[in-house]
């Protein structure tokens, strides 16, 4: 997909964030615009939800440059806990940061397959219901950048494909860039336009094929990972019929 | 049928119970309970200061208040005691210097007990003025930052990333709970005002499920608790403030059954 003409979104040039002493990320660069799909992936405290923090100004204190180019942010954390404390319905928790009329909601919901919540409390639902609400929450109000800190944790497998296929048609529908956390090698390669790998600094980034034949990325994630795009990329060229039987391809 | 001071205190302790219950609210669903306390000592010293520089005691109990809320702000930041060490040290250390600066002012006859669990009886309509002006400026203040302050309360990381700027409306917060105490601190007293603020609020919790509801709830039994502890106070002639927040424990006793019986029928 070409970019070229598309408005950049978000900036980050240089960032290095430190906290007591310690470097969480190194000169991270990235840039998102308009319609594209960027991806973090990397190990564990690589530093990928600090990065997504620091894109989005809730970390300050940091060396480099963050720019951001729109106001209209959806933003899935990694991590919402709801106190007892607080009563709040889905309903209440969808009109969070912007006023949406009541099928605005009911779309949003819907979309992520749980209208039926609306009404619940948020501390009763469970991880999978809560970080669809989430993802609802986040597009429900049109945005024009998405940062989803690894969307669907929690959520069943047939769930799970579904949403990715909800969050690429999202930004095709609404025009907007996506910032995507994920461990999930498979959707990362399959469903994204950018991959930048993390391991405390950039170790490599470009197209989904062309990081996957990078040395650095089979160092961090084994050999066995390189595999994964031509399992999701080879065109088919049978199918099967119910008896299992080959069917060439017409 | 009342006498008139009965009256203003009826007057005052509805105007203080309008605040508390939304101000209320925020301050459990943000678990600062024990921040409203370290204000509320503080306000000691805001009275004495107040009498011996001839100034407005509401006016001289919301700058100390606001002092100390900065204080805390600064210690938080500089030093890597937990929160409650340092709220303690704050609320103790501020009634203490209070207790001290009274000693000195013996030319002034002062009723200390007053000062600790309020006065509603001795309410003067210049008194009045401040708990409804500033009540409602409190009020209307709360109205206007509702939404962000509400958003960075559910969650600070979500509302600094869609530009709710939590940091701004929880300053502001921090303002308003300062001023409600200022205004209050004669009514209740400051070692009772943290109870207004928080039983009604509690108690409105078990019986709702959505944050507006909360405060309608909290609001509706403080107006009780303070009509409730007001007449008994007469009746039987028990201090006023304690009844008072006497009224809001009962009320939430009787929350709790209800609350039980809501949660059985839900299994």
Same mark, same amino acid.
């Given at each position: ?26 000169? =991270?660069?990235?840039?998102? &615009? ?13 530093? &990928? ?26 933003? =899935?954390?990694? &991590? ?37 919540? &609306? ?35 929690? =959520? ?14 999202? *930004? ?17 390669? *399959? ?10 600094? =950039?170790?490599? *980034? ?19 990972? *390189? ?24 | 049928?009342?006498?008139? $001071? $009965? ?26 309970? $024990? $921040? ?138 921090? !303002? ?22 928080? !039983? ?68």
């Amino acid at each position: 997909m070409e970019n070229k003409n598309k408005k950049i979104l978000l900036k980050v040039e240089n960032a290095s964030f430190y906290l007591n002493d310690k470097a969480l990320i190194k000169k =991270v660069s990235l840039e998102i &615009k308009q319609g594209e799909i960027v991806t973090l992936i990397g190990p564990n405290g690589s530093g &990928k939800s600090t990065t997504a923090k620091i894109a989005l100004g809730i970390y300050k204190k940091i060396e480099g440059r963050v720019r951001r180019f729109t106001e209209r942010i959806g933003y =899935v954390p990694q &991590k919402v806990s709801i106190d007892w404390t607080l009563p709040i319905r889905v309903i209440d928790f969808m009109s969070l940061t912007e006023d949406l009329k009541n099928d605005q909601i009911n779309v949003a919901l819907n979309l992520t397959g749980v209208e039926h919540l &609306k009404n619940k409390s948020l501390s009763n639902l469970s991880g999978g219901e809560l970080q669809r609400v989430l993802i609802a929450r986040a597009i429900a109000k049109k945005p024009e950048l998405l940062v989803l800190d690894e969307p669907v944790q929690g =959520v069943d497998f047939k769930g799970e494909i579904a949403l990715y296929e909800l969050i690429k048609k999202i *930004s095709e529908k609404l025009n907007c860039g996506i910032l995507l956390i994920s461990h999930d090698l498979h959707v990362v390669m *399959s469903a994204t336009d950018f991959v930048i790998c993390l391991n405390g600094h =950039v170790c490599c *980034s470009g197209k989904p094929h062309t990081v996957i034949q990078d040395e650095k990325y089979k160092e961090l994630f084994g050999d066995r990972a *390189s595999n994964i795009l031509s399992l999701y990329e080879h065109e088919h060229d049978h199918s099967h019929s119910s008896d299992g039987s080959i069917d060439p391809k017409k | 049928m009342f006498d008139d $001071f $009965f009256i203003r205190a009826l007057i005052a302790g509805i105007g203080i119970s309008l605040v508390t219950g939304p101000l209320g609210c925020f301050i459990v669903w943000r678990r600062l309970s $024990f $921040f409203a306390g370290t204000l509320a000592h503080s306000a000691l010293l805001g009275v004495t200061m107040a009498l011996f520089f001839e100034i407005n005691i509401a006016f001289s109990v919301f700058i100390i208040s606001a002092v100390l809320a900065i204080l805390l702000l600064q210690l938080q930041k500089k030093t890597k005691l937990p929160n409650d060490a340092l709220l303690g040290l704050l609320a103790h250390a501020s009634l203490a210097v209070g207790l001290v600066v009274i000693g000195f002012l013996t030319s002034i006859r002062f009723d200390v007990m007053g000062l600790l669990f309020g006065d509603i009886l001795a309410v003067n309509q210049n008194d009045l003025l401040v708990i409804w002006l500033g009540g409602g400026l409190i009020l209307i203040i709360l109205k206007l930052i509702w939404k962000p302050l509400f958003a960075s309360t559910v969650n600070y990381e979500l509302s600094e990333a869609e530009g709710m700027k939590p940091d701004k409306f929880n300053a502001i917060f921090t !303002i308003l709970t300062a001023a409600l105490i200022a205004i209050s601190i004669k009514i209740v007293g400051l070692l009772l005002i943290t109870g207004m603020l928080i !039983i009604p609020a509690a108690t409105a919790r078990n019986v709702s499920n959505n944050p507006k509801q909360m405060v309608i709830f909290s609001v509706i039994f403080g107006l009780i608790s303070v009509l409730v502890g007001l007449f008994t106070s007469l009746k039987i002639n028990s201090a006023s403030g304690p009844s008072i927040i006497t009224a809001t424990l009962l009320l939430f006793i009787i929350s709790l059954i209800k609350f039980k019986k809501v949660s059985d029928l839900k299994k």
